[in-house]
């Protein structure tokens, strides 16, 4: 059994920052990329940033110079630094891991439970 727990979220101003973190425990063999996507409400779940086992990272252009994503590969945890936050970035963030249970399985994509952002005007 594998599981994605995130924390950190909450409440912020515009132009503030928040962090978020989650980490992957369980039956793991390797992980291959790690990341984040995002829901605002009555919109599609949207990639937001994504980071490669061997920690090329990619973002989506309105997270480009603001969000930063991170990995520490010993804890299987991945970061989310968000900062100049602005209101458009409200959303339920949700982190994404594609793990592999053993040498000779393929990879599937494991979720987090989502954390709720919000940034007031």
């Known amino acids: 059994q594998v599981q994605l727990v995130e924390s950190g979220g909450g409440l912020v101003q515009a132009g503030g920052s928040l962090g978020l973190s989650c980490a992957a425990s369980g039956s793991i063999f390797s992980i291959n990329t790690m990341g984040w996507y995002r829901q605002a409400p009555g919109k599609q779940r949207d990639l937001v940033a994504s980071i490669s086992s061997g920690g090329n990272t990619t973002y989506t252009d309105s997270a480009k110079g603001r969000f930063t994503t991170s990995r520490d590969y010993a804890k299987n945890t991945v970061y989310l630094q968000m900062n100049s936050l602005k209101p458009e970035d409200t959303a339920v963030y949700y982190c994404?891991?594609?793990?592999?249970?053993?040498?000779?399985?393929?990879?599937?994509?494991?979720w987090g439970q989502g954390t709720q952002v919000t940034v007031s005007s």
């Open positions: 994404y891991a594609e793990i592999k249970i053993r040498a000779w399985s393929r990879g599937y994509i494991y």
